[in-house]
């Protein structure tokens, strides 16, 4: 068996390089206001420059999961090629001067990369990771919300006024490529790796047919129904916020980073107190603060500051539990293939996330910013729900040591 000697140098160089491949899913909404204005983007098109990520990413993902890609083919090999494949879709759309249409199917393509960098990525750590694997993943998935939140920050300091769009993609697929190099080079697959299973296309329909994961599956599905349309629609929430009251649109997009780097500490934390207190009860706690988020936010919108002191708490809970339920899903599905039953939690979540995307847009239009957030507040009702049930199973046990 390999030693794990070298743990958390594997463990922060693997975060590390999900940091910089993940930079490039928000490259394009981070910039929106700017394409909008070159392109001139209707509100359903500024929808499906993120949703043909995630379009991208669920295709992606679910053959991963039929072919059981993330079980037989080395994870480190799969991130790498996967990542730069990803860094190349991206960097086309400016290098190749290409239009809204084209720009759509570039981003498909680049979801569809990463579906090859997210979940082995989550693999790799549980490879790592025991009685701290929700630690473990609350600190990759930190480091994935960092990067996620990547382009808003280049977004913000790059220039003044509006930055140039052409700028933010290509130095997000620079970071992309780098991560190839850090994965190739660099990360190995720790002791508690399973052997390659054989091939088994029907291993994904199986996870749903299995009690104690579907309901860590349907708590993911709540938490996934907030969390992207969040991600994707409350840093332009405080552009209007900020615009409205005269504040500067660089602050707003400061602010809008900010958020989504919140929920790297919102991670680590979980992690932290899920492996001690129980991987339920601290994705109960963290879907509770995120649904009163949603629910509340709106009425913060004429008030930037106080708003955005709500948004930072928002987005440190809204991904907080995200690592708890991929975490609980590789303790309580077959240890042979747990990169196949991730990765069909997360294309099955990133699925639902096309709907929430889409649905916030007309919901402005129609009501508001002040309360076009608060049906985001249904998924973690349904999570809590869904995670209590799985709380009083007996296979609950497996999961944190047995503290559920």
């Excluded at 990803?86 to 979801?111: E, H």
């Excluded at 299973?197 to 047919?209: H, I, K, L, S, Y």
């Excluded at 509340?296 to 708890?324: K, R």
């Excluded at 995307?357 to 076009?372: F, K, Y």
């Amino acid at each position: 068996m390999t030693s794990l000697a070298g743990k958390w140098r594997s463990v922060w160089l693997l975060a590390l390089a999900e940091l910089l491949a993940m930079s490039v899913w928000f490259s394009a909404s981070a910039v929106v206001p700017q394409l909008t204005s070159e392109w001139g983007l209707s509100g359903a098109q500024q929808s499906w420059l993120t949703m043909s990520v995630q379009i991208g990413f669920v295709t992606g993902a679910l053959l991963s999961a039929v072919l059981n890609l993330a079980d037989r083919v080395p994870a480190q090999r799969f991130i790498a090629v996967s990542a730069v494949l990803a860094a190349g879709a991206n960097a086309a759309i400016p290098l190749l001067g290409v239009g809204s249409g084209a720009a759509l199917v570039l981003r498909f393509l680049t979801g569809m990369a990463l579906a090859g960098v997210y979940p082995p990525g989550m693999k790799l750590i549980a490879s790592w990771c025991r009685e701290d694997r929700g630690l473990g993943i609350g600190l990759l998935v930190g480091a994935i919300t960092l990067g996620s939140g990547m382009p808003h920050l280049l977004n913000a300091v790059g220039s003044q006024g509006m930055p140039p769009w052409r700028t933010v993609l290509l130095t997000t697929s620079l970071l992309c490529l780098s991560a190839a190099a850090v994965a190739a080079l660099a990360i190995r697959p720790g002791p508690y790796l399973g052997k390659a299973p054989p091939f088994d296309w029907r291993f994904a329909g199986r996870v749903f047919a299995d009690r104690p994961a579907r309901l860590a599956n349907f708590g993911y599905l709540g938490h996934m129904w907030e969390l992207y349309a969040m991600w994707a629609w409350v840093p332009l929430f405080l552009l209007a916020s900020y615009g409205r009251a005269g504040l500067s649109p660089e602050s707003a997009r400061l602010a809008g980073f900010g958020v989504l780097a919140a929920g790297a500490a919102g991670s680590v934390l979980a992690g932290l107190l899920a492996d001690r207190l129980g991987r339920t009860r601290v994705t109960v706690w963290s879907l509770a603060i995120s649904g009163a988020c949603a629910l509340g936010a709106g009425l913060l919108f004429n008030h930037p500051l106080a708003l955005t002191l709500v948004c930072l708490v928002w987005g440190f809970a809204v991904v907080a539990d995200s690592a708890q339920f991929s975490a609980a899903i590789t303790e309580l599905a077959d240890p042979r293939y747990v990169g196949t039953a991730l990765t069909l939690q997360t294309s099955l979540g990133f699925l639902l996330t096309l709907f929430t995307i889409r649905m916030i847009p007309p919901l402005v239009d129609r009501i508001g910013w002040e309360r076009a957030f608060v049906v985001l507040a249904l998924g973690p009702v349904f999570g809590i729900v869904s995670m209590l049930r799985l709380r009083r199973l007996p296979e609950a046990e497996r999961m944190a040591g047995g503290r559920r």
